[in-house]
């Protein structure tokens, strides 16, 4: 995730193609059977917290740390 303030941005990757005019759906150019999907949220923070708050106990160290033991989607 990418945070410059004014919006942020999500990448994700999926291997359903399902364009929508909510975000943007790109060929992957890593893995040729996925796509690679972009989400900008403006003020898109209270997202963010929101999902801090009922998944890592309301703290961003926790938070991170949860990320990292994510293992990648394959």
Not at 42 to 58: F, W
Request: glycine letters at 4%; one cysteine or more; a negative charge.
């Amino acid at each position: 995730m990418e945070n410059n303030s004014a919006a942020q941005m999500v990448f994700g990757t999926t291997a359903e193609h399902n364009p929508s005019l909510e975000g943007h759906v790109f060929s992957n150019p890593v893995d040729a059977s996925d796509y690679m999907v972009m989400l900008w949220y403006k003020n898109g923070s209270l997202t963010r917290e929101d999902i801090r708050n009922r998944c890592a106990e309301k703290s961003w160290e926790v938070f991170n740390k949860l990320l990292q033991q994510t293992p990648p989607r394959k």
